[in-house]
């Protein structure tokens, strides 16, 4: 997830970590094979914008998947990394560029001198010219978007005039609280983009393992990269699945399913995501790809119209897979409509318009 949405996403949910805030309650390390590890946070809207990674122990080195947000997590990720093992970290693998799976890699390097941060060619230059070029800019947007908040709970009403319950005041004191704490920790984050790119794939044999690293098409971002243990029957699958409610913030609906395809064929037991818990079937996955499908084709039907994108994007209603994802918990919905249906529809239209704005990370 990228910060621009950091906002929308503390406001939905109640954070649990912050800047400086990481407790051993907030995750678990999860034994998916032998040397194969998971850093995975407990509860995956408690922890929106935080992401997974997985920590995979070679005979001589490790590979780490991922590194994180805030700079407390990936100093918590990498102490308990020296809790398994003291073997050094030689690749970094950046499954994509959203800050939530990059920021921490600076943190690693200054750990692990010498470490290879590997990515696809697209996600270098997303990270770039996406994440760290406009962050400071996104960061001060931010900022200066808390003076309304505070404005909410001094008039006990929000921009709509709707009246501010208690439950609602407690969220919103708390995302404040931890806003103003966690837009300074960002600011300092140690950028370091991949020294490593692919195209396509790239093995990496570390004794008796093999490590695939593979580029199956384009889905949740231009770059999306995953990591394939075939002996250990172990797939992590960055953003490309994502649990319990998908992230499709700038995605390609169109092409997602196929890609979504391409990785259920392969052969493993065991998919790892980046946000939620490890997945034992393919049934979350074909969910998923459903959803895109129809995402893609009611948009298409919506974009025939003449109609501007945004009265077009009225015209989807996605209420019936909202209630097959969230059903009747209430935060769930909230992040239906913030993280699918705001986010995809209206890219979508523009997708099946053919027009320029939605294709800005196209695939080289």
């Given at each position: 997830m990228k910060t621009a949405a950091l906002l929308i996403a503390a406001l939905l949910v109640p954070l649990a970590a912050s800047a400086g805030r990481v407790s051993n309650k907030d995750y678990d390390i999860v034994t998916l094979a032998e040397g194969v590890h998971g850093f995975v946070w407990r509860d995956p809207s408690a922890q929106v914008i935080e992401g997974n990674a997985l920590f995979i122990v070679n005979e001589r080195d490790v590979v780490v998947v991922d590194?994180?947000?805030?700079?407390?997590?990936?100093?918590?990720?990498?102490?308990?990394?020296?809790?398994?093992?003291?073997?050094?970290?030689?690749?970094?693998?950046?499954?994509?560029?959203?800050?939530?799976?990059?920021?921490?890699?600076?943190?690693?390097?200054?750990?692990?001198?010498?470490?290879?941060?590997?990515?696809?060619?697209?996600?270098?230059?997303?990270?770039?010219?996406?994440?760290?070029?406009?962050?400071?800019?996104?960061?001060?947007?931010?900022?200066?978007?808390?003076?309304?908040y505070d404005e909410w709970l001094a008039r006990g009403t929000d921009d709509s005039g709707k009246p501010i319950d208690e439950a609602r005041?407690?969220?919103?004191?708390?995302?404040?609280?931890?806003?103003?704490?966690?837009?300074?920790?960002?600011?300092?984050?140690?950028?370091?983009?991949?020294?490593?790119?692919?195209?396509?794939?790239?093995?990496?044999e570390r004794g008796a393992r093999t490590i695939e690293i593979l580029h199956l098409g384009l889905g949740n971002t231009r770059g999306d990269l995953v990591v394939f243990l075939p002996k250990e029957r172990i797939v992590a699958t960055g953003d490309l699945l994502v649990y319990p409610i998908p992230f499709m913030f700038g995605s390609y609906y169109d092409t997602w399913p196929e890609t979504l395809g391409k990785l259920s064929t392969l052969p493993a037991d065991t998919l790892f995501l980046m946000h939620g818990a490890p997945q034992k079937d393919r049934a979350y996955l074909e969910k998923v790809q459903a959803l895109l499908r129809d995402i893609a084709a009611r948009s298409k039907v919506a974009a025939a119209t003449s109609l501007s994108v945004e009265e077009a994007a009225k015209q989807v209603d996605l209420k019936d897979w909202q209630s097959r994802f969230a059903g009747e918990n209430v935060m769930r919905q909230r992040e239906f409509d913030a993280f699918v249906a705001q986010a995809a529809v209206p890219r979508a239209i523009r997708q099946a318009r053919k027009e320029e704005a939605a294709f800005t990370q196209q695939v080289r």
């Open positions: 590194t994180g947000l805030m700079p407390a997590s990936t100093r918590r990720m990498i102490e308990e990394l020296r809790r398994i093992t003291d073997k050094p970290v030689s690749f970094v693998v950046n499954t994509h560029w959203h800050d939530d799976h990059v920021n921490g890699n600076g943190i690693y390097r200054d750990a692990y001198p010498g470490v290879a941060i590997v990515a696809h060619s697209n996600t270098r230059t997303d990270h770039i010219e996406q994440t760290i070029g406009p962050r400071q800019a996104n960061l001060d947007k931010n900022e200066a978007g808390l003076a309304k005041r407690k969220r919103i004191v708390d995302f404040l609280a931890s806003a103003r704490a966690d837009i300074p920790a960002l600011r300092s984050v140690k950028d370091s983009p991949a020294d490593v790119t692919i195209d396509s794939r790239l093995v990496l």
